[in-house]
């Protein structure tokens, strides 16, 4: 059998016919919304394996502010875990019919420059609000999209009151007693949603892309100074 398999690859190489690896590849580079199909994956892969090793990926990951800056990464790897399969499976959904329309709005970068500060925005509202609770998800990130999708379609001239309602359904759910959701990390992501939202809305014209590059780092220093300040109790 591996004789078989060698002699098809060497025929293959051969012949000039792309690896399967290649194939993959060209697919890959292909898809019109690679940032939204990259986060999903990554979220499932860490969900998956943090089942299989009894939840030590969520030790590991989960943000939680007091340590934030000797261990800095928890900052971002906290938006990758989840608690539960209902947690996991309401934000991949929400990820993947939003990340992908705001994707093909924004481009891919600006589509996870958004996420992330999003996400960012999040973790800072925890470390202000609520720093001794340990956070997992990516649901302060996907507030985010949804207010910056808001401010986009507004700007566009059309009508989201119902997204509005949507969010704000969802942002009430967070305060309900005994569902252990961080609206904290909603309400910073919605923040941040709104921020980076205005942002790209205004700064459209591709002679504002320097502008509109040094508006999103400016973003992403005061979020993270403010997350690394708070978490050596400077802010207590």
């Known amino acids: 059998m591996r004789e078989q398999r060698a002699q098809f690859q060497a025929n293959r190489r051969a012949s000039g016919a792309p690896s399967g690896l290649t194939v993959a590849r060209r697919r890959f580079a292909m898809l019109d919304q690679k940032g939204t199909v990259v986060l999903v994956a990554v979220s499932v892969a860490v969900w998956l394996l943090d089942q299989v090793t009894g939840r030590a990926l969520t030790s590991a990951m989960l943000y939680f502010a007091p340590v934030a800056d000797t261990q800095p990464w928890r900052i971002v790897t906290g938006l990758f875990v989840h608690s539960s399969i209902f947690h996991i499976l309401f934000n991949m959904w929400a990820l993947w019919i939003f ?57 566009l001239g059309y009508n989201a009151v119902q997204l509005l309602v949507i969010m704000g359904l969802n942002l009430i759910v967070g305060f309900l007693p005994g569902t252990n959701i961080s609206w904290q990390a909603h309400i910073g992501g919605i923040v941040l949603g709104f921020i980076t939202g205005f942002v790209f809305s205004k700064t459209r014209n591709i002679r504002q892309r320097g502008l509109q590059t040094a508006l999103l780092v400016t973003e992403a220093v005061v979020l993270l100074a403010g997350i690394l300040l708070g978490a050596t109790g400077m802010f207590a």
């Open 99 to 155: 990340g992908r329309m705001l994707e093909n709005i924004l481009g891919t970068w600006r589509f996870l420059a958004l996420f992330f500060l999003s996400g960012l925005g999040g973790d800072l509202a925890v470390t202000l609000l609520s720093p001794s609770s340990p956070v997992v998800g990516a649901s302060g990130a996907i507030f985010g999209l949804f207010a910056a999708f808001f401010v986009i379609q507004r700007s």
